[in-house]
């Protein structure tokens, strides 16, 4: 039961002052897949001189290039649509970094304590423990914006109890690879949400599946992939460096809607 | 020999006039410290550096060729040989330099190669840095300055020149540039630990000493913006800026020390890096251990040079033989350098033993253990007579079109009578290292 979903993704950065000599990588379009393929996709990068495209070392597009004149903002973003399948099944070969903490996942005895809270059963199947840890974490973590910054580790975030997706992926992350269940994370969109999503992919046999841990459910459709890495770092959706002593301020508009059934889920 | 001796004091006058200096931060404040040298120097006889030299050149060729394994299929892994946690959980390891092949497959330009000599004359390796090694210009410097305070010096003693560093380097440079572009040095700035060096090895090479910021990258190429809005386009550089700076589009986003997108245009093979970036896997204290495997897997070849006897507590038979005998161990933190993270079972009170074979037995693979070298004590100068001290040697290895030993080096001595860490960074001092000529 596939779906076509068509959304509209666009981040503008606002600068007080003028800057110049803006270098930028992007991961801002999503990624192609056997779960999802993409119908049509535009990308805008303005302003920009000449943008190059690559693959980055976990096949995620990037684009890079650098706004070599005066500007006082920058968007970028993509739109298209997206044909997702019923299920949400990457079939690949384990890349085995995915086993191993990372800067923002590595585990601290807070997480090991919370890892052997969890009981699991012999007959369990990979994805019955993913759930049992997102559950774990659920219990433990409430969903508070603003409470983290961009550089709150998986510890630091369950050390405080509080988080968002971003936290709430490196955490369940963190519980995963301790378990020996390779995982990685994930940033992309969702119905129904105003800004960029975070989730987690896990190994199981052999291929990714996922699963939300801010929404407590393991995910089968409905969640456009952008980008995959070890954790947020690697998915990084821009990334820039610019001459001038300006503050920024970043305006993010993210439409998603089901195109069969016509209705806008969510505006922002 | 007596001459120089004599003339210590004046050398050690023209060091500080000439600024060689070492920068060291303690407790987060820069200090800049001389770095001091003493004049009678290690000689090393040729029959015996015949025997480094080649040891030395074994293990860069399988060093290289491991980089170059470990960047794309991972064999070694595949077949058993290294496990692949040690990759995976190392910090030196960068996934961001997956299948880049750098100019010429060279990864390993410039290696510095610690070694000591053991009391039964045995030369073994302490460690490798593969990554930004320094110190070339120290022994450098301090033989021009005793030429010129002792002239008749080196009419008497037939050893080896050491000013062909620099155009080894130099060679190493240009072999390694990818279209004749301009070759620049890129320091981190004035307060690098090693700036006196940077500039340096910039002013005798004739390249370009530049800053952060001087290079930019545009349309996947480098280059340089030189004063009056000269441009120029650059084919290699030698950059003394660590990998986790180099880059903040690829690695740490908050790095004002690199260059934005310099990692596309090294994919790309429109620049040369050295050394190559991910080269930290190699030297990383945890895979000291596989070097000589390395070397039998690489190069069907013994190792000719061996290392410390080391134990990984990764495995249990070698967990169990740290735990038990840790008091004549050094117990080493595979996640620090210069000198930082290394222990000695033996100065160890109950407490901080327990507290470490505590950490060894829940976070094993973060830690290596090796056996206490009895290496040889060096006469130092120190007042009118002279005392011991532990030295170790660094060796200087270069990769251009082959692989070559500057035949000279840096010998680093403890400054403490029963310090074993030589480390520059720890206070250290220095000596010429003088050898024989064929």
Same mark, same amino acid.
């Given at each position: 039961m596939d779906k076509l979903v068509e959304y509209h993704y666009l981040t503008k950065v606002v600068f007080s002052e003028k800057v110049h000599s803006h270098s930028f990588l992007l991961r801002c379009t999503p990624s192609e897949n056997?779960?999802?393929?993409?119908?049509?996709?535009?990308?805008?990068?303005?302003?920009?001189?000449?943008?190059?495209?690559? =693959?980055?070392?976990?096949?995620?597009?990037?684009?890079?290039?650098?706004?070599?004149?005066?500007? /006082?903002?920058?968007?970028?973003?993509? =739109?298209?649509?997206?044909?997702?399948?019923?299920?949400?099944?990457?079939?690949?070969? *384990?890349?085995?970094?995915?086993?191993?903490?990372?800067?923002?996942?590595?585990? /601290? =005895?807070?997480?090991?304590?919370?890892?052997?809270?969890?009981?699991?059963?012999?007959?369990?199947?990979?994805?019955?423990?993913?759930?049992?840890?997102?559950?774990? *974490?659920?219990?433990?973590?409430?969903?508070?914006?603003?409470?983290?910054?961009?550089?709150?580790?998986?510890?630091?975030? *369950?050390?405080?109890?509080?988080?968002?997706?971003?936290?709430?992926?490196?955490?369940?992350?963190?519980?995963?690879? *301790?378990?020996?269940?390779?995982?990685?994370?994930?940033?992309?969109?969702?119905?129904?949400?105003?800004?960029?999503?975070?989730?987690?992919?896990?190994? /199981?046999? /052999?291929?990714?599946?996922?699963?939300?841990?801010?929404?407590?459910?393991?995910?089968?459709?409905?969640?456009?992939?952008?980008?995959?890495?070890?954790?947020?770092?690697?998915?990084?959706?821009?990334?820039?460096?610019?001459?001038?002593?300006?503050?920024?301020?970043?305006?993010?508009?993210?439409?998603?809607?089901?195109? =069969?059934?016509?209705?806008?889920?969510?505006?922002? | 020999m007596t001459t120089l001796i004599e003339q210590r004091d004046a050398v050690n006058k023209w060091l500080e006039r000439y600024g060689v200096r070492f920068g060291v931060y303690k407790g987060g404040v820069f200090h800049e410290q001389l770095f001091p040298f003493d004049p009678i120097p290690r000689v090393i006889k040729r029959s015996e550096w015949n025997h480094i030299e080649k040891g030395l050149i074994q293990r860069v060729k399988a060093l290289n060729l491991f980089l170059s394994d470990i960047y794309s299929g991972k064999q070694i892994v595949a077949d058993g040989v290294i496990p692949e946690e040690f990759i995976y959980s190392s910090k030196g390891y960068l996934p961001q330099c997956e299948n880049i092949t750098p100019s010429k497959g060279i990864y390993t330009h410039i290696c510095g190669i610690d070694l000591v000599q053991a009391r039964d004359g045995s030369w073994i390796i302490l460690e490798d840095n593969l990554r930004i090694p320094s110190g070339a210009s120290y022994p450098i410097i301090a033989r021009t300055i005793t030429r010129k305070v002792s002239p008749h010096t080196f009419e008497h003693n037939h050893i080896e020149e050491n000013r062909g560093y620099i155009d080894l380097l130099r060679k190493t440079m240009d072999y390694a540039n990818v279209n004749g572009g301009l070759a620049v040095i890129l320091t981190p700035g004035r307060y690098n630990s090693a700036f006196f060096e940077h500039s340096f090895l910039a002013e005798k090479t004739g390249a370009t000493l530049v800053f952060p910021g001087d290079l930019t990258v545009e349309n996947e190429k480098v280059y340089y913006n030189g004063l009056f809005n000269t441009r120029q386009k650059v084919g290699v550089i030698y950059r003394r800026v660590s990998d986790e700076f180099l880059d903040p589009m690829a690695f740490d986003k908050s790095s004002l020390l690199g260059i934005p997108n310099v990692m596309q245009a090294y994919a790309k093979g429109n620049v040369a890096l050295m050394n190559a970036p991910g080269n930290g896997i190699a030297d990383d204290k945890g895979l000291c251990y596989f070097v000589p495997k390395m070397i039998e897997y690489y190069l069907h070849e013994t190792p000719l040079l061996q290392n410390a006897p080391t134990y990984l507590p990764y495995y249990p038979d070698d967990r169990k033989y740290v735990l038990e005998n840790i008091r004549k161990l050094v117990i080493k933190d595979v996640s620090e350098a210069g000198g930082y993270g290394v222990m000695f079972g033996r100065d160890m009170d109950e407490e901080h033993l327990a507290n470490? !074979?505590?950490?060894?037995?829940?976070?094993?693979?973060?830690?290596?253990?090796?056996? $206490?070298? &009895?290496?040889?004590?060096?006469? $130092?100068?120190?007042?009118?007579?002279?005392?011991?001290? !532990?030295?170790?040697?660094?060796?200087? $290895?270069?990769?251009? &079109?082959?692989?070559?030993?500057?035949?000279?080096?840096?010998?680093?001595f403890a400054r403490e009578p029963d310090s074993f860490v030589v480390n520059s960074s720890q206070g250290g001092g220095f000596k010429d290292t003088w050898v024989e000529k064929n």
């Open positions: 056997e779960y999802q393929k993409i119908e049509s996709v535009s990308s805008r990068i303005a302003p920009a001189g000449e943008v190059f495209r690559a =693959s980055d070392c976990f096949g995620n597009t990037v684009y890079y290039g650098m706004a070599g004149e005066p500007h /006082d903002s920058f968007e970028f973003g993509s =739109s298209g649509t997206v044909r997702l399948s019923g299920l949400y099944a990457l079939k690949e070969p *384990l890349a085995g970094i995915f086993l191993y903490p990372s800067a923002f996942t590595a585990p /601290d =005895s807070g997480i090991a304590a919370l890892l052997s809270s969890v009981r699991f059963s012999a007959s369990e199947t990979v994805s019955e423990k993913v759930l049992k840890l997102c559950s774990a *974490l659920f219990s433990r973590m409430e969903y508070a914006p603003n409470s983290t910054t961009i550089e709150t580790t998986a510890a630091e975030a *369950l050390r405080a109890g509080r988080g968002v997706c971003q936290d709430y992926s490196h955490a369940l992350i963190s519980l995963c690879r *301790l378990s020996g269940i390779a995982a990685r994370y994930v940033a992309g969109f969702i119905e129904g949400e105003g800004c960029t999503h975070a989730w987690v992919e896990y190994y /199981d046999k /052999d291929c990714w599946r996922a699963a939300d841990p801010t929404h407590n459910r393991l995910i089968e459709t409905g969640y456009i992939k952008l980008s995959h890495g070890r954790d947020f770092d690697d998915c990084s959706i821009e990334r820039g460096v610019f001459s001038g002593a300006a503050k920024q301020r970043l305006e993010i508009s993210l439409q998603v809607q089901e195109k =069969s059934a016509g209705v806008s889920l969510q505006k922002s | 470490i !074979k505590h950490l060894i037995e829940t976070e094993p693979r973060r830690w290596i253990a090796q056996e $206490v070298i &009895d290496f040889i004590d060096l006469e $130092v100068l120190e007042g009118s007579g002279t005392v011991l001290r !532990k030295a170790d040697l660094r060796a200087f $290895v270069l990769c251009a &079109d082959e692989i070559r030993v500057w035949h000279s080096g840096l010998t680093r």
